[in-house]
């Protein structure tokens, strides 16, 4: 009561000396930290009366202690008018507003708004302290803080003491006006440089500057990380490469794969490959392929082979119209490149180098085969020639071709020959009455065919040929053209036919085969039809007959003279008893000598009928006056026969005369040759297959 009596008589006096209560310090807002002590001040001036201090309206009380409320006190000294409130250790319920009151003066001082910082915990970084991530893969990192800080923490990454970018922020509410944790995600797609890497999550605030951290590991699995090189780079073709493969890889390498252009090398393993190099490794690289358990990782080398040249693209056929540009293209592949040379084949002059060959306005004498080259490599190897063909379209060139002279009335035979680019549209044969492109046309016909061979460059050729059946007069006088027409015109030519006469030791010979040939043809058939009947056998009962008036007598007889009595001349004998002529067993009459052996002479055999004379002797013709005197004699029987005889005359210089009359004779003469029986002149054959098989007694002579 003594306080407050005091303060009452404190201020009437001041009041009397004119002064009033004023505050001289009020509470400010401030903020602390949660545990620690915060005050507020509060100073009164001409004011000795009752100061009390208010939390969000409550008063606290009027003593110095502020019983009731255990961590809250004033301080300072009363009779300055020093009345500060002190909160020792600050909760989170004494974040309020506070106001300093002087109650007996009706003084308020301005409200006074406490803060309490909640510093954050120490964050959380999920799957830490060491996270497995994969390489090439995008990943999150998600830092959390729990608790209830305040203000509400920011979370950082660091790497290394760089903040890193492209982290989002979440926060989760739990109840108004307080925060549950926070959450910060990082996202990051690593690669195997990050194997091992720290990464920091830091929970920053105002209650916290320097903010709480927490570390993570970077635990990278990684597909393989492949270097593949090649031992030599540059190399000979045919020369030996070896290609190393190496690789780092978490987890370890499982497997290796070689592949050459794409296609794999079979039987490749390992990180080594060994190849004899050619010139397809210089665009065909070879690759490595090595695989672990995350996946697999390549990489491709190509060899710089040096190789002699290869043709790639042959230079293709050029068909050119007369007076147009022509052009050629050929590729070579080789290492280094080569030297391409275009040139004419037959010509070794150089038309031009490198891969086209142009000729300007072609003509007709531009047309043939153009060849493209190229020269060996360094190493010798390679190189060649390829071809290709120019064709100058132009008119048909058409040309006669050597034709035989015909025969008047005979067949003949006319040709040309055709080369034309574009092909023709018909060949054309005319004269001065007609034309025939195809099939026939009265005595003509005309035939087209392609050649065997065509010129180079004039493009296809033909032949056309026009027969002739029964050439005239006419046409070995006249002219015949032959032409041609494609689309840049016409060409023709002019074939003449040529005449064939019979020499005249050409038809002398030929007269002369023709006689000779009939003439041999008749002896022949005259000498195979005597051969014929001289086979005939004769029977065992023979007519002997003596001729009278033989001159030629011998010295030297046979036992046949015995058997007709003396040698003198007794006139004609003839035996009686007859016998038919018996044939052999071929058909043929047997032919006999017919001096039974005195002159061993060939007889030739002849079947007569011979009748009797008047007064019963032996009937004989009239001789024939043929030859010379001294001849043997002839005598002709056609007249009594009644029948041509194969020869009219018959020269009997002996032989066997068959008869079925008792008498029959003829007159022997000793001969100074012997052979076929001698025909007169102009005489027909005699036709001895005519006369029937006689069944007659043999008439025998003797001389």
């Given amino acids: 009561m003594l306080v407050p009596t005091l303060l009452v008589l404190f201020f009437c006096l001041r009041g009397r000396a004119g002064l009033s209560p004023h505050f001289l310090q009020q509470p400010e807002d401030l903020v602390v930290l949660l545990g620690d002590e915060a005050r507020l001040p509060c100073a009164l001036g001409a004011y000795w009366g009752l100061v009390q201090w208010t939390?969000?309206?409550?008063?606290?009380?009027?003593?110095?202690?502020?019983?009731?409320?255990?961590?809250?006190?004033?301080?300072?000294?009363?009779?300055?008018?020093?009345?500060?409130?002190?909160?020792?250790?600050?909760?989170?319920?004494?974040?309020?507003?506070?106001?300093?009151?002087?109650?007996?003066?009706?003084?308020?001082?301005?409200?006074?708004?406490?803060?309490?910082?909640?510093?954050?915990?120490?964050?959380?970084?999920?799957?830490?302290?060491?996270?497995?991530?994969?390489?090439?893969?995008?990943?999150?990192?998600?830092?959390?803080?729990?608790?209830?800080?305040?203000?509400?923490?920011?979370?950082?990454?660091?790497?290394?003491?760089?903040?890193?970018?492209?982290?989002?922020?979440?926060?989760?509410?739990?109840?108004?006006?307080?925060?549950?944790?926070?959450?910060?995600?990082?996202?990051?797609?690593?690669?195997?440089?990050?194997?091992?890497?720290?990464?920091?999550?830091?929970a920053r605030s105002q209650a916290m500057p320097a903010g709480k951290d927490t570390a993570v590991t970077l635990s990278l699995q990684y597909p393989p990380v492949v270097t593949l090189s090649a031992e030599p780079q540059t190399v000979q073709e045919g020369e030996k490469v070896t290609f190393r493969c190496q690789a780092t890889a978490?987890?370890?390498?499982?497997?290796?794969?070689?592949?050459?252009?794409?296609?794999?090398?079979?039987?490749?393993?390992?990180?080594?490959?060994?190849?004899?190099?050619?010139?397809?490794?210089?665009?065909?690289?070879?690759?490595?392929?090595?695989?672990?358990?995350?996946?697999?990782?390549?990489r491709s080398t190509a060899l710089d082979v040096q190789f002699g040249p290869i043709l790639q693209a042959k230079p293709k056929p050029v068909s050119v119209d007369l007076g147009n540009d022509a052009f050629f293209n050929c590729v070579w592949r080789g290492n280094p490149l080569p030297r391409v040379t275009w040139t004419r084949r037959g010509d070794a002059q150089v038309l031009a180098s490198g891969p086209t060959l142009r000729l300007p306005a072609v003509g007709p004498e531009d047309a043939g085969d153009y060849v493209c080259k190229a020269e060996p490599g360094l190493s010798g190897l390679g190189g060649g020639a390829a071809e290709a063909r120019l064709t100058v379209n132009a008119p048909p060139v058409v040309t006669a071709l050597h034709s035989a002279p015909a025969f008047l009335r005979g067949p003949a035979r006319l040709q040309c020959l055709v080369f034309a680019s574009p092909a023709p549209e018909a060949v054309v044969w005319s004269w001065d009455d007609g034309f025939l492109a195809a099939g026939s046309r009265g005595r003509f016909l005309v035939e087209t065919f392609p050649a065997p061979e065509g010129r180079g460059g004039q493009g296809?050729?033909?032949?056309?040929?026009?027969?002739?059946?029964?050439?005239?007069?006419?046409?070995?006088?006249?002219?015949?053209?032959?032409?041609?027409?494609?689309?840049?015109?016409?060409?023709?030519?002019?074939?003449?036919?040529?005449?064939?006469?019979?020499?005249?030791?050409?038809?002398?010979?030929?007269?002369?085969?023709?006689?000779?040939?009939?003439?041999?043809?008749?002896?022949?058939?005259?000498?195979?039809?005597?051969w014929r009947h001289s086979k005939a056998s004769f029977s065992n009962q023979k007519n002997l007959v003596r001729i009278p008036g033989s001159s030629d007598a011998s010295s030297s007889r046979g036992h046949e003279e015995e058997e007709t009595g003396n040698g003198e001349d007794q006139g004609p004998i003839v035996h009686t008893d007859h016998s038919d002529l018996v044939l052999d067993e071929e058909g043929a009459l047997e032919a006999k000598d017919p001096t039974n052996g005195y002159y061993k002479v060939r007889g030739v055999s002849v079947s007569l009928s011979l009748g009797e004379a008047p007064g019963g002797g032996l009937f004989l013709p009239p001789s024939s006056p043929l030859g010379p005197p001294g001849t043997p004699t002839f005598y002709d029987f056609n007249p009594h026969l009644g029948m041509v005889p194969a020869c009219r005359l018959y020269r009997a210089r002996a032989g066997y005369l068959t008869t079925p009359h008792p008498r029959a004779f003829t007159s022997y003469i000793k001969p100074t040759s012997f052979g076929p029986p001698d025909l007169a002149p102009s005489t027909p054959p005699f036709p001895y297959a005519a006369f029937p098989t006689p069944s007659h007694p043999r008439l025998q002579t003797h001389v």
């Fill in 55 to 202: 939390k969000d309206g409550l008063a606290l009380g009027g003593e110095r202690d502020l019983p009731g409320w255990s961590r809250y006190w004033i301080s300072g000294n009363a009779v300055s008018g020093q009345h500060d409130l002190h909160i020792r250790p600050v909760e989170l319920e004494d974040q309020a507003s506070y106001e300093c009151q002087a109650t007996q003066a009706g003084l308020r001082s301005r409200p006074a708004q406490l803060h309490v910082l909640v510093p954050p915990e120490a964050p959380q970084v999920l799957g830490g302290p060491s996270v497995s991530l994969v390489a090439g893969i995008p990943a999150n990192l998600t830092c959390r803080s729990r608790g209830d800080a305040r203000p509400t923490p920011e979370l950082l990454w660091f790497r290394d003491g760089v903040r890193l970018d492209g982290a989002t922020f979440h926060q989760t509410l739990l109840k108004e006006g307080t925060t549950g944790s926070v959450e910060s995600i990082l996202s990051l797609t690593p690669s195997s440089h990050d194997d091992g890497a720290t990464l920091v999550c830091r």
């Fill in 250 to 298: 978490q987890p370890p390498v499982t497997g290796y794969r070689w592949a050459k252009g794409g296609s794999p090398v079979l039987g490749a393993r390992g990180p080594m490959l060994v190849v004899v190099a050619d010139a397809s490794f210089l665009t065909a690289p070879v690759s490595c392929e090595v695989s672990n358990a995350v996946g697999s990782a390549n």
């Fill in 460 to 530: 296809p050729g033909l032949i056309s040929v026009l027969h002739i059946s029964g050439t005239q007069e006419s046409d070995f006088s006249r002219g015949f053209n032959c032409s041609a027409r494609n689309r840049l015109g016409e060409g023709g030519t002019r074939v003449s036919l040529g005449r064939r006469d019979l020499l005249p030791m050409v038809r002398i010979v030929a007269g002369v085969a023709a006689v000779a040939m009939t003439l041999l043809m008749i002896i022949t058939g005259v000498v195979l039809c005597c």
